[in-house]
T-cell receptor, first 114, second 111 residues
Framework: DTGVSQDPRHKITKRGQNVTFRCDPI?????LYWYRQTLGQGPEFLTY????????KSRLLSDRFSAERPKGSFSTLEIQRTEQGDSAMYLC????????????FGDGTRLSIL | TQLLEQSPQFLSIQEGENLTVYCNSS?????LQWYRQEPGEGPVLLVT?????EVKKLKRLTFQFGDARKDSSLHITAAQPGDTGLYLC???????????FGAGTRLFVKA
């Protein structure tokens, strides 16, 4: 069973560096979501793709954040000039595009900014 | 702003006890999901409820969607240490695509 996979699982970097995370969704899923989760909180929506089109971005997503899904399959999330407040778990989820389809999550990338 | 409030935020019980956690909103949702998340892992889907008043059972877990589709509950019978985790409810609004998550109930079951 190939679920949603995320790479890397952990990333430690110094403040000011750029980082990029990758998400491979379930192959037949055309919707892909990025979330951020901090300790003690539920996931917060960042952005969403349907196929290769990025259809919505949260106000949480500052201009230092960019996400792509160039071929409608895998997606990348890049954070430029990282800040300590960016430390969090970054979760990717995918789903089918029909109504009420639940999202299936990867195990996330835990980002720690020194 | 659509919000989902979960209660309690934290629950610590002994093995064998029963418990109920709640997920409430002033908004109406077309469906609601419950997830369980363990430390260092992503949320794992437990159930989706779609119809108002719907009840679904998954072994010792019973999920109910409120008649008005604004709230849900999760009841666990005879809790076991393996039930320990963060329980998240998530609502899918009508005509929307963006799932709204609650902050979760952290459950700890002591052996």
């Amino acid at each position: 069973d190939t679920g949603v996979s995320q790479d890397p699982r952990h990333k430690i970097t110094k403040r000011g560096q750029n980082v990029t995370f990758r998400c491979d969704p379930i192959s037949e899923h055309n919707r892909l979501y990025w979330y951020r989760q901090t300790l003690g909180q539920g996931p917060e929506f960042l952005t969403y793709f349907q196929n290769e089109a990025q259809l919505e971005k949260s106000r949480l997503l500052s201009d230092r954040f960019s996400a792509e899904r160039p071929k409608g399959s895998f997606s990348t999330l890049e954070i430029q000039r990282t800040e300590q407040g960016d430390s969090a778990m970054y979760l990717c989820a995918s789903s089918l595009a029909t109504s009420n389809q639940p999202q299936h999550f990867g195990d996330g990338t835990r980002l720690s900014i020194l | 702003t659509q919000l989902l409030e979960q209660s309690p935020q934290f629950l610590s019980i002994q093995e064998g006890e029963n418990l109920t956690v709640y997920c409430n909103s002033s908004s109406v949702f077309s469906s609601l999901q419950w997830y369980r998340q363990e430390p260092g892992e992503g949320p794992v889907l437990l159930v989706t409820v779609v119809t108002g008043g719907e009840v679904k059972k998954l072994k010792r877990l019973t999920f109910q969607f409120g008649d008005a589709r604004k709230d849900s509950s999760l009841h666990i019978t005879a809790a076991q240490p393996g039930d320990t985790g963060l329980y998240l409810c998530a609502g899918f609004p009508f005509g929307g695509f963006k799932t709204i998550f609650g902050a979760g109930t952290r459950l700890f079951v002591k052996a």
